[in-house]
């Protein structure tokens, strides 16, 4: 039992009890390691501290009402941590490995999985580090991946709330051929500055364009953006945009209820023809948005008066709580169950 108030919990950090690791040395993975220090011992000139060598995962666990926990698309995690891995020139975490450690991490603190009830859930964050001392800029040879959980409630303030962005055209989250497909820290280091300046100027976050021309749709801060114009779901297709896993799961079932799925460049200006604009993300779920201001012409895009979804989002909403609470089908195999 734990003391935690599941129903007002925000999404930041609570201890839980046990974390696994995995150390890369000579050239391979070693043994699954559990911990239950919330610490790492790291060499000072660790690859990951100066040359931002790191990857990381979000995804969530579920208590459901009939008592079991569930995972939601774990495989797809792993596969978009390799790519991570790829990118970042560190070893790719197989798979298996990193399912074992997902699971392991969940079973070693069932105790925080919160109750059904109270909408909140368990965050799992995966992170790979290079740990290995590297003083020229080259990639290192040692690595660590670490899997922690913690409780949380909603990201943001509200839960399924609208939430209003703006526009920032000062700074930009990735370079065209960067890293912004992958998810790597210094992607959101980079952005701390609009996020902050975004919340100073109360928004809830700030949003995105190209950054090559700022002249199309990317990111609604550390989340994707979809849009709804009478029977399409349409979101952006950019080389900078985090392919984000909802969207993908969101995409299926916006087709299994016979929308037709646009995944195309967005112009800022058509963001006035849109019925219903989101945010979705494992964090947001999806996060519906209010308005979206841009400084630069004085213009409100305005898609929620009342704070509340629109019908669409509402039953993709719905659809996919079900399937990752176990109450509908899960006709896609997208749901791993936790005995
Ligand atoms: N975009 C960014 C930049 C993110 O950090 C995230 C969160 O992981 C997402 C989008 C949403 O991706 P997913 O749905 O896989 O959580
Ligand atoms: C997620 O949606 O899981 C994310 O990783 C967003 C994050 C910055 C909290």
Redesign the pocket.
């Known amino acids: 039992m734990t003391d935690i108030d599941w129903a007002n919990l925000k999404f930041s950090y609570t201890p839980t009890d046990y974390n696994v690791r995995c150390y890369f040395r000579n050239g391979k993975w070693g043994a699954i390691e559990v911990s239950s220090s919330e610490y790492i011992n790291l060499h000072m000139a660790a690859s990951c501290l100066h040359y931002g060598q790191n990857g990381w995962e979000?995804q969530k666990a579920f208590r459901c009402p009939d008592g079991k926990i569930r995972t939601f698309r774990l495989e797809e995690n792993a596969a978009r941590l390799q790519s991570t891995c790829r990118a970042m020139m560190m070893p790719e975490v197989p798979t298996e490995l990193f399912t074992e450690m997902c699971l392991k991490a969940i079973k070693l603190n069932e105790r925080f999985v919160p109750p059904y009830e109270t909408g909140a859930a368990l965050y799992i964050r995966p992170i790979v580090l290079g740990t290995g001392a590297q003083l020229g800029v080259s990639p290192t040879d040692e690595y660590l991946i670490i899997i922690f959980v913690t409780p949380v409630g909603p990201y943001f303030k509200g839960g399924f709330s609208a939430t209003n962005y703006v526009i920032t055209r000062e700074f930009d989250r990735a370079a065209p051929q960067g890293t912004g497909k992958y998810?790597v820290g210094g992607n959101y280091g980079a952005s701390l500055r609009a996020h902050v300046k975004a919340a100073k100027e109360g928004y809830s976050c700030e949003f995105y364009l190209d950054p090559r021309t700022k002249k199309y749709i990317e990111?609604c801060g550390?989340?994707?953006f979809i849009a709804v114009k009478g029977n399409k779901y349409i979101t952006p297709e950019s080389d900078s945009i985090?392919p984000?896993?909802?969207?993908k799961s969101l995409q299926q079932l916006a087709l299994d209820m016979g929308m037709e799925v646009e995944c195309r460049k967005i112009p800022v200006e058509e963001l006035e023809t849109f019925e219903e604009a989101g945010a979705?993300?494992?964090?947001a779920v999806i996060s519906p948005i209010g308005y979206i201001d841009d400084p630069e012409n004085g213009k409100r895009y305005t898609f929620s008066k009342d704070g509340q979804p629109g019908p669409v989002f509402q039953k993709l909403y719905n659809r996919l709580r079900d399937i990752q609470y176990g109450i509908e089908p899960d006709v896609h195999h997208w749901v791993t169950v936790i005995d």
């Open positions: 979000g998810k990111e550390a989340a994707n985090l984000s896993i909802t969207n979705c993300g494992t964090a």
